[in-house]
């Protein structure tokens, strides 16, 4: 019998409701996913394995994804199905590594290792093949539970973190690649962020494009078919303050934003969004790379004290990979940014903004 086997990251364990919520939350047809649990592994019987395995390398709260064979947890029944599972993945003049993860009988995870390949190295002599703990060609990961162990052909590593939603919901806003990437590791915390999209009305449909994908790669990673966002304009006065640093925006929307969700916070509007204690949490997109005299200056003018910073100490370098070369630009830029931020007519902005708040729900 085949199943996905899901194994969760470290830390979700005592959230694995969530995380089952999460994953039908994002299959085709839920209703005909069976999940059961062995251990803290989750087991997913499904027509389409494949399939589900990369739709759940989107999830947050997961480490690994496999799809494995199951086997009673006997020594030499692990050992058969190991050979057996190899057999089928293992070509000619290949290099394999057997990982165990959880013992059997007495005998530690390393034991299973041993026999295991030596039964490989046996069964599989006139293939030529070798084992190694590095550089490998094709891994075999084995799982023992509590009641089977479970034989992986295939794994694919989890997007990490902890399941979206486990720490309630936080408000934030999306305007640049910054404030994007801000959004997706609040999601990847255990945060569901409601998004509030705020773009200078002089920049126009070239900005809401620009801000669209970049929602398009957070929703993507959002156990839910559609979300609901809400966004708003703000058109600049003619005698406002500009910098002849184009990345003064992004300085500029991030203290208009902030203000912003504090206001709608006061007046207790987090899109109906509320979580179980009745706290009202804001993401910041500030980071250690922003003027200490900047984020000062941001908590100054804000009256929520539930204020959370994803980007503070996040390895920003990481998220390149995911939102691209401009995310690296625009770090770049604000670590040089050293001009002070007009402020004069943030309250007007923020009254402006409130006034042309609209929802829209994206599928």
Avoid: W
Wanted: hydrophobic share 40%; charged share 25%.
């Amino acid at each position: 019998m085949v199943v996905v086997v899901v194994e969760p990251t470290q830390f979700t364990s005592s959230r694995l409701d969530i995380l089952k919520s999460n994953i039908k939350a994002v299959l085709d047809a839920p209703e005909r996913c069976s999940i059961k649990q062995d251990g803290n592994l989750l087991l997913l019987e499904v027509d389409e394995p494949v399939d589900v395995m990369y739709a759940l390398t989107n999830v947050f709260g997961i480490r690994s994804i496999g799809i494995a064979e199951i086997a009673d947890k006997k020594l030499d029944s692990i050992v058969d199905a190991i050979v057996g599972v190899g057999k089928h993945i293992i070509h000619s003049n290949e290099r394999f590594h057997v990982e165990v993860l959880g013992s059997v009988n007495g005998l530690v995870a390393r034991d299973v290792e041993f026999a295991s390949t030596a039964a490989l190295l046996s069964e599989l002599s006139m293939l030529n093949i070798k084992p190694s703990s590095k550089g490998y060609d094709r891994l075999i990961r084995v799982y023992i539970a509590d009641e089977y162990a479970y034989i992986c052909r295939i794994c694919k590593d989890g997007a990490g973190g902890l399941p979206v939603g486990s720490n309630g919901y936080a408000l934030c806003s999306v305007y640049d690649c910054i404030s994007a990437v801000a959004a997706y590791v609040l999601a990847e915390h255990g945060f569901y962020p409601s998004i509030i999209v705020v773009y200078d009305e002089e920049e126009g449909d070239g900005m809401l494009r620009r801000v669209a994908k970049k929602i398009e790669v957070i929703a993507r990673m959002l156990p839910s078919r559609s979300i609901e966002l809400r966004y708003t304009h703000y058109t600049p006065k003619g005698n406002d303050v500009y910098s002849s640093n184009k990345y003064h925006s992004h300085y500029k929307n991030t203290l208009l934003t902030s203000l912003l969700l504090d206001r709608l916070v006061r007046v207790s509007d987090m899109g109906g969004k509320s979580n179980s204690n009745g706290s009202s949490i804001i993401a910041l997109p500030l980071s250690s790379l922003h003027g200490i005299d900047f984020i000062n200056s941001v908590m100054s003018k804000m009256s929520c004290r539930n204020v959370i910073f994803p980007l503070m100490f996040s390895n920003y370098l990481y998220y390149a990979r995911i939102f691209g070369v401009e995310y690296v630009r625009e770090m770049q830029d604000i670590s040089n940014f050293t001009e002070s931020v007009d402020d004069s007519y943030m309250d007007e902005y923020v009254e402006e903004c409130i006034n042309n708040m609209h929802r829209l729900e994206v599928k």
